[in-house]
């Protein structure tokens, strides 16, 4: 399986999502922003960073990237893609997720090893987890706080669209803990916190067994791996 | 519609020809901060006056910052005393722009540390924020690509409302900058005292990796090459001594006041990396040279004294965000994310599509020659045409006078040791608790928590743990550790042995990960020169960290003098922030400062003795600062490192941690809080084997000593290594999982929550509205 990974001008995390990618045993392909062209992969990762600076709204300049246009596309199609902070940021942007993300409650940028639980097993990029696990992901942003209309909320939460919930106190002033979401069909999810950060023994957060050794991250990219194997 | 910044700015610029037949002019060559006597040297050097461009890149490249010219005299030492083997993996030394060491398997890592103190008071966010910018300019420019970030802060009194102010912009600037440059903040200092109360010191330090056929140095060679400027525009920001510049004595009618602070955009920096890494990667740059203080005119000189020795440039060639600069504030302009590269005339092309790919812009000012002059050109007037060595080499050297301290006799006389010290458990636990929360022992997260330590996926340890770690290659594991100290007290008391002590102390935190100490940065901070007390401090420090590098042999291999620490005539703390870099070979037998596991006997390495003299223990409980600080052994340093990293490599070992500011109180905190487990400690054999009372065991901060947690089945192993290395060891403790206290057998019992409330809430207690 072929996973693109876009790098934006910004982009910071586009090779740790290569890495995971790889860890996961697919096969990372680097994808440029200025393209029009996925060349042919089977899933796509809007990684985190700080594109175009971020000096406007988060993500809303690479939301207009040339290689959007593909990517919103494919994305309508079926195609599964994951958001990873600034990419959760640019998939609000460009309205394949609902809500908006905000400058974060206490006006500073936070960096912890976050707990969160799975709320939703059956998008394309949490078949792996199990329903209500718990798991520990490095959160890592300065405005990763989730808003929405009470329409909005009452739809997302109604339909099983919010995937990940923050677990002990909310860190950033999301709406009902809401730390990632997905689209109707579950091909589209994105999410604050980093999974990418969570895949390699040694690199990771601290478990209680042993130090930086959460891979809790890497059953996002073996999800897609074994979903797009079913489905062949 | 008419792009503003393309139109030349036409404001008359004083030409060679006008300094040639205006021979008498006034110039204000003491507002730019000459001295008469640098003037007429000048004049000498030329024979004839400067014309006002030339004036002002002499006035900033022999400015003190620029040349050293108060340190270069003492700085030689580092160069002087050096062993074979402190040669033997240094690829680059000092005077490039960082140094470079050779760390085994086709890698080398470059790194340094500068500082960025009066900005930071000025405009703390900015300059901040600039500060890491600009160290991490200075990585890219060796050709290396940036892995990670630290930095070394002193801030004033915790209490007093101006530190908010302070804090606040700083750890922010910092955050903003590091964080949207995708580099992972991997440890550093905190300290408060109010010698830093109106002179706040920021240290940053940046850390590069590459592989050795990839290292570029700063030189323009081969006459005919390009000299092409890219990155950001030049604008009006950060013009040295900006006032002055802009005073009416050097154009009528051109732009008046421009703020002294640079403005940071960490966005064109992240996109000017991968730039430049792509650049070298196409091996299209033949020498690279960052634009930090002096902008272009210490870019044009500094690349043209190190190459063929000429350089033709066409300055109105420059690309301006502000088109109504003169060409003398072009010169002089510090603004940010600038890189200046000599290009092959072939290779012009491929470069040009690189950096439009990247969005980033460019402009070819001009070339190298062999003229052995550097010729400035301003629409068809020469401007300037110097000999570039005598602006960037040959600045002025300084012998000022050196005094011994007046005061410094009695402040040793004043001894800690006449200090009352507790033997009852409860006065004990209450200072135990009351160093614990202390500002510069407290738990710092509050800041940590606001930098990225993850970016990059190599972040194999960082703050808490004793010093920053990262994996360089992901097939063997191979990596490096890095720490940064200073104790500004104990250099106050002997800035000789304060400096060693630093050196010592950064030292032990790299040996304790495991890694093999390497090499050496240091960013020296200090008050005025011009006081023969402060120059005798400085003398001294210098000559402590040669001596204590020669002895541990290994090299220093770059950093930064900053003087002018002082508000009116009281001097900042002689503040040496020395980091050490050493190198891993594989970063999976890396060694956390805590404990993780039930059961493991605990071992002091070292010995205790009554060592009190300028400890947190006397200030934070007794407000002293007086005495002799610690002795230093080098040789048993290395002696110890040699033992962990034995023990390491054993797998003998589960952590490790280094006793320093609050000795072994402060140690035994950390260790239970690194991963909350407990332990029981019995200090009797300590007090027996070393003559000492149970104050000076729980706080003395003798130097050689390290606490390690041992795996019971490793320990006749372990002990079996000390032995034969013939190191004091002694076993203390053992820890306990389940107990969630620390207890001090015969003392007092803290809970995990006591202690953890006590470490974690003084910050936020100051900092939080």
């Not at chain 2, 690349?303 to 109105?316: H, Q, R, T």
């Amino acid at each position: 399986m072929r996973i693109g990974v876009v790098t934006f001008p910004g982009s910071l995390d586009d090779r740790d999502a290569q890495r995971a990618v790889r860890l996961a045993g697919a096969e990372p392909v680097a994808l440029w922003h200025g393209d029009h062209d996925l060349h042919g992969v089977d899933a796509l990762v809007l990684p985190g960073g700080f594109s175009y600076g971020d000096y406007l709204r988060c993500g809303a300049i690479a939301s207009l990237s040339p290689i959007m246009t593909e990517v919103i596309d494919a994305a309508k199609k079926g195609m599964p893609v994951l958001g990873i902070c600034n990419g959760f940021q640019m998939l609000a942007e460009a309205r394949l997720l609902d809500g908006g993300l905000i400058r974060n409650e206490a006006g500073r940028f936070i960096c912890k090893d976050q707990q969160l639980r799975v709320e939703s097993a059956s998008t394309d990029w949490t078949s792996g987890f199990e329903q209500g696990q718990e798991i520990t992901i490095p959160l890592k942003n300065g405005e990763g706080g989730f808003i929405a209309s009470a329409e909005t909320l009452e739809r997302l939460e109604g339909e099983g669209q919010v995937v990940f919930r923050y677990l002990g106190p909310n860190p950033n002033g999301s709406l009902n803990e809401i730390a990632g979401i997905s689209n109707a069909r579950g091909n589209v999810v994105g999410l604050m916190p980093h999974p990418e950060h969570a895949v390699e023994p040694g690199f990771g957060p601290d478990t209680a067994t042993a130090m930086r050794s959460g891979t809790d991250g890497l059953t996002f990219f073996t999800s897609v791996i074994e979903r797009a194997l079913v489905g062949a | 519609m008419t792009d503003l910044s393309t139109v030349p700015s036409r404001a008359a610029a004083d030409t060679v020809d006008n300094a040639t037949a205006t021979p008498e002019k006034e110039q204000p060559y003491d507002a730019l901060g000459l001295k008469p006597d640098e003037y007429a040297s000048i004049r000498e050097i030329l024979g004839r006056r400067p014309t006002s461009g030339e004036l002002a890149m002499y006035s900033v490249m022999w400015s003190e910052h620029c040349s050293y010219k108060s340190s270069k005299k003492y700085l030689r030492q580092f160069g002087q005393k050096v062993s074979p083997a402190m040669k033997k993996n240094l690829m680059v030394g000092m005077g490039e722009n960082a140094g470079v060491l050779d760390v085994g398997e086709g890698w080398a890592v470059t790194f340094k540390i500068e500082s960025h103190n009066h900005p930071s008071y000025i405009e703390p966010f900015q300059g901040a924020a600039t500060g890491v910018g600009g160290i991490v300019r200075d990585i890219i420019s060796m050709g290396a690509r940036p892995v990670a970030v630290m930095d070394a802060l002193r801030f004033g009194a915790i209490d007093d409302p101006d530190t908010a102010r302070v804090v606040h912009g700083v750890v922010s600037g910092i955050s903003f900058y590091g964080n949207c440059l995708g580099l992972p903040n991997i440890g550093g200092e905190t300290w408060f005292d109010p010698v830093y109360q109106a002179n706040p010191l920021v240290n940053a330090l940046s850390v590069g990796v590459l592989r050795h056929e990839d290292l570029h140095l700063a030189n323009a060679s081969g006459t005919g090459n390009k000299v092409v400027l890219f990155g950001a525009r030049t604008g009006g920001d950060g013009i040295g001594g900006a006032s002055i510049l802009a005073s009416d004595s050097f154009s009528e009618g051109g732009p008046t006041k421009r703020p002294a602070v640079q403005v940071g955009d960490p966005f064109a920096e992240k996109v000017l990396i991968e730039c430049c890494l792509e650049l070298y990667r196409a091996g299209l740059v033949e020498g690279i040279q960052d634009l930090g203080a002096a902008g272009i005119s210490c870019a044009t000189s500094e690349l043209a004294s190190n190459g063929d020795g000429g350089m033709f440039i066409e300055l109105e060639k420059v690309l301006l965000r502000d088109p109504t600069l003169t060409a003398e504030e072009i010169l002089m302009s510090e603004s940010q994310e600038r890189m200046m590269a000599v290009v092959e005339p072939g290779k012009l092309e491929g470069f040009l599509a690189v950096t439009d790919k990247w969005d980033v812009e460019t402009s070819v000012l001009g070339e190298v020659t062999d003229s052995g002059r550097l010729i400035i050109n301003w629409h068809g007037e020469e401007i300037v045409n110097v000999d570039p060595r005598t602006v960037a080499v040959d600045g002025p050297v300084y012998d000022r006078p050196v005094a011994y301290p007046a005061w410094l006799d009695a402040l040793q006389a004043d001894s800690a040791s006449a200090l009352p010290r507790p033997t009852d458990p409860a006065t004990l636990r209450e200072q135990f608790l009351a160093l614990l929360g202390s500002p510069n022992l407290a738990d710092p997260s509050w800041i940590t928590d606001q930098y990225d330590n993850y970016v990059l996926g190599n972040t194999a340890l960082s703050y808490p743990d004793d010093a920053g770690m990262i994996r360089i290659d992901e097939e063997s594991g191979l990596g490096f550790a890095i720490a940064t100290d200073a104790n500004g007290r104990y250099c106050q008391l002997d800035p000789y042995r304060g400096a060693q002590l630093a050196l010592a102390e950064a030292y032990r935190n790299v040996a304790a990960t495991g890694a093999v100490p390497a090499g050496v940065s240091d960013c020296l901070n200090f008050g005025s020169p011009e006081n023969p007390e402060v120059m005798w401090q400085f003398s001294q420090t210098v000559e402590g960290l040669a001596d204590g590098c020669l002895e541990l042999e290994i090299p220093v291999t770059g950093g930064n003098v900053s003087f002018y620490n002082q508000t009116g005539d009281v001097p900042i703390h002689p503040t040496p922030v020395v980091a050490v870099l050493g190198v891993i070979d594989d970063v999976a037998r890396r060694i956390p400062s805590g404990w993780q596991d039930d059961g493991h006997n605990l071992y002091l390495l070292g010995v205790t003795r009554e060592e009190l003299d300028g400890s947190a223990w006397a200030g934070v409980v007794h407000d002293h600062l007086g005495g002799r600080p610690p002795e230093v052994d080098l040789g048993r340093e290395v002696a110890l490192a040699g033992l962990l990293h034995a023990a390491s490599q054993q797998s003998l070992i589960d952590s490790a941690h280094d006793l320093a500011d609050g000795g072994l109180a402060q140690a035994l905190a950390e260790s239970v809080l690194r991963f909350g487990v407990g332990a029981r400690v019995w200090l009797g054999d300590i007090i027996e084997r070393d003559g000492i009372d149970p104050s000076v065991a729980l706080f003395s901060e003798s130097t050689g000593r390290v606490i390690v947690s041992v795996p019971r089945e490793d320990d006749v192993k372990f002990l079996g290594l000390c032995e034969g290395r013939g190191y004091p060891v002694l076993r203390i403790g053992v820890t306990d999982a389940t107990s969630n206290e620390l207890e001090i057998q015969d003392y007092f019992s803290l809970s995990l929550d006591d202690l953890r409330a006590r470490h974690r809430g003084t910050l936020p207690a100051h900092f939080e509205s």
